[in-house]
């Protein structure tokens, strides 16, 4: 786990105000984002779900951002186009099937915690590998949003640049 910053990304997005117990509801949205930026051959990376607000309780409304990266902006009628601006996150890999991704969460948050590190209110997961038939071989990079400018890990720490390992 060490923290990256990463740089603008210009997306096609879906954005929706959603409930932990309703995310499953939202996979077609997936299969319509890949559709249309496919069909323009504008992709530009993997798959991003973007959490903004969620603390983990399965009844708390918070809004999820479903995005494609593409290479240009295009006219999209049933999208957003749309740039996301500078992240800066603490990284963490998850390779397996998506049901386990609580747990990793649940990792990343308790060592942010020991470590005193301020996070943000928005929280990624990026979709490196999808393997539908064979669940063990997804590969995810879950990123929680960590306050800029606070990337000591330990008080009295001289200034770093990154990355930090925690």
């Given at each position: ?43 530009n990376g993997p798959l ?119």
């Open positions: 786990m060490h923290i990256k910053t990463y740089p603008p990304l210009t997306v096609l997005s879906s954005i929706h105000q959603t409930t932990i117990s309703q995310i499953h509801e939202f996979g077609p949205v997936m299969a319509e984002l890949y559709a249309e930026a496919g069909r323009k051959s504008f992709i991003h779900w973007i959490y903004y607000g969620m603390d983990g309780n399965p009844d708390t409304t918070f809004t999820l951002e479903i995005a494609i990266p593409i290479r240009k902006a295009f006219h999209s009628a049933r999208f957003q186009v749309k740039e996301l601006d500078f992240f800066k996150a603490i990284t963490f890999p998850h390779e397996g099937p998506w049901e386990q991704l609580p747990g990793s969460h649940a990792q990343i948050m308790e060592r942010l915690a020991e470590h005193h590190i301020p996070v943000t209110n928005e929280c990624r997961e990026v979709f490196l590998n999808i393997n539908f038939a064979e669940p063990e071989k997804n590969m995810t990079e879950i990123q929680i949003g960590v306050s800029p400018g606070k990337t000591q890990n330990r008080p009295g720490a001289q200034k770093r640049l990154l990355p930090v390992y925690i």
